[in-house]
């Protein structure tokens, strides 16, 4: 049985944002549902710590690191029309990063095989110098930071599939070809960045993936899009540390977007991961937990995924239907456009 790790602590409950769809309960159902399934037991606990600040200002300005302090500091307030930063908010981002953080540590000393950082707030839109859309630190960007200057790594795959662009993690390595960043997310939608045509720039041109997918696209366009795409340009890339910016919110009953996933897709997608970081880096991969906002699926989401982490493929009791499942014309014709635009930079594309 592989060991896998969970990033989890009551801490993470401290970012009060009261009725705001990023809110703790979204903790608390995934926890339930974790024990419902028998997965909490099986998972290793990692305590997390507050990140490093030289560490942070490797991927944030100074200034904003200051203003998101000063802020909570001051009792708290709206950073921006959707980013609350609570009295609480900056010591619970420092150990959200931190913890992430940790997560690397175990899995590339080999103490554990794989982790889940289930921590909030969240992190893949905020950039050096601001948060924005619910993020404050970025997570994901100062975990990869950390496996290149603590582990020496000069590949690192970062896969974002929350529903929304990663516009953050984009910014933070868009001209550095050691950090391959492939975001596939619904477009149009919220932050309206990643268009198939942002491919990096300078040095890292090449090494940013944007893989826009229509309104409806469900388990099938995304398998779709995975083997076409995303496991060809991985496996050439062949990274030493597999990172995955894990957002639930592309499920059929987020109330965010409308993308027509189901938990049992997220499993597949996450066995999909397990298997290209098998191929490269003797199983290496670390999930960080971004959006996902319907509290009565998302714990079954993150079951399906901790479960192909363990390896196995557990019947989720979950309680909502799936759809349909109809794969839309135009989820092939955009992942088909992808793959001719892409095969410039990456040769292994079918
Ligand atoms: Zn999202």
Excluded at 129 to 138: I, Q, W
Excluded at 140 to 153: C, D, N, P, T, W
Excluded at 231 to 236: D, N, Q, S, T
């Amino acid at each position: 049985m592989a060991r896998v790790g969970l990033v989890s602590d009551p801490v993470f409950l401290q970012h009060e944002t009261g009725g705001h769809p990023e809110r703790k309960e979204r903790l608390q159902a995934i926890l339930a549902v974790l024990a419902e399934e028998g997965l909490l037991d099986r998972l290793t606990l990692i305590p997390p710590q507050e990140v490093d600040l030289n560490l942070l200002a490797k991927v944030h300005h100074p200034e904003y690191i200051r203003a998101v302090r000063d802020m909570a500091v001051r009792g708290g307030g709206m950073w921006d029309a959707d980013t609350i930063i609570a009295p609480q908010s900056y010591r619970v981002a420092l150990m959200a990063a931190g913890g992430t953080v940790r997560a690397v540590d175990e899995v590339m000393q080999g103490d554990l095989d794989s982790a889940f950082a289930l921590v909030r707030p969240p992190g893949h839109h905020a950039e050096p110098h601001r948060a924005m859309g619910f993020c404050l630190f970025n997570n994901v960007a100062i975990a990869a930071a950390h496996a290149r200057e603590h582990f020496g790594l000069e590949r690192i795959l970062i896969l974002d599939w929350d529903v929304h662009h990663g516009n953050g993690t984009q910014v933070v390595f868009e001209d550095d070809p050691g950090v391959l960043f492939i975001s596939a997310h619904q477009s149009p939608l919220y932050p309206g960045t990643g268009a198939l045509q942002e491919v990096g720039m300078g040095a890292g041109k090449g090494y940013t993936v944007n893989l826009p997918m229509p309104r409806g696209s469900g388990d099938r366009a995304y398998y779709y899009l995975f083997k076409q795409v995303v496991e060809p340009i991985a496996l050439e890339f062949v990274p030493q540390l597999v990172l995955v910016s894990a957002g639930f919110d592309g499920h059929h009953a987020d109330p965010l977007a409308g993308l027509q996933l189901t938990s049992r897709g997220y499993g597949q997608m996450a066995e999909m991961v397990m298997d290209i970081a098998a191929r490269c880096c003797n199983g290496k991969v670390v999930m960080v937990l971004e959006g996902g906002y319907n509290l009565d699926v998302i714990g079954y989401a993150v079951a399906s995924v901790i479960s192909r982490m363990f390896g196995l493929d557990i019947q989720l009791k979950e309680p909502v239907d799936p759809p349909k499942g109809e794969f839309l014309a135009i989820a092939r014709e955009r992942v088909d456009a992808a793959k001719n635009q892409l095969g410039a930079y990456w040769k292994l594309l079918p």
